[in-house]
């Protein structure tokens, strides 16, 4: 080995990547590579999302309709089966509120709980909620419970 063979380790030294826009000798000066005018030479140029070319887009294509009520509130929905399920297994005794099906993840913390008629309930519950359907509020008081509204 002498100064003549002398070259860097193998995969040491990366030089594959073009060097543009550095003058009219390197062969990538004046346009550097981007061609001739139009938004994509630009400096600054970055395309919408969704942009098809001038062609209409998609989102625009697409015929719209109905309507979307900003002040619908969503409500959780709980089944009358579902409670008596957590009776049955032991995790409620004799009081259901907010907490207690956050606790058995029935619900979130912060979602609006409505308590539906479906199933039957063979517990008295005294059951806090939101809303009731006019079912569960009717299966519930048969069942010798108490439905209170928040």
């Given amino acids: 080995m002498d100064l003549s063979n002398l070259k860097p380790a193998e995969g040491s030294v990366q030089s594959n990547n073009k060097r543009v826009g550095r003058g009219q000798g390197s062969g990538k000066g004046g346009t550097a590579t981007r061609g001739h005018k139009g938004a994509k030479s630009r400096s600054g140029y970055s395309k919408k999302i969704g942009f098809e070319g001038g062609q209409m887009p998609l989102q625009r294509r697409v015929p719209k309709f109905g309507f979307t009520n900003i002040n619908r509130k969503e409500y959780q929905g709980v089944n009358l089966d579902r409670l008596q399920?957590?009776?049955?297994?032991?995790?409620?005794?004799?009081?259901?509120?907010?907490?207690?099906l956050v606790a058995n993840r029935v619900a979130r913390k912060t979602d609006l709980v409505k308590i539906l008629g479906r199933g039957e309930l063979k517990s008295k519950l005294k059951v806090t909620a939101h809303k009731f359907t006019a079912s569960a509020k009717?299966?519930?008081?048969?069942?010798?419970?108490?439905?209170?509204t928040l």
Wanted: net charge negative.
């Fill in 138 to 148: 009717a299966a519930i008081e048969a069942a010798g419970g108490e439905a209170v």
């Fill in 85 to 100: 399920e957590l009776v049955d297994e032991g995790k409620i005794t004799d009081t259901v509120d907010l907490d207690i």
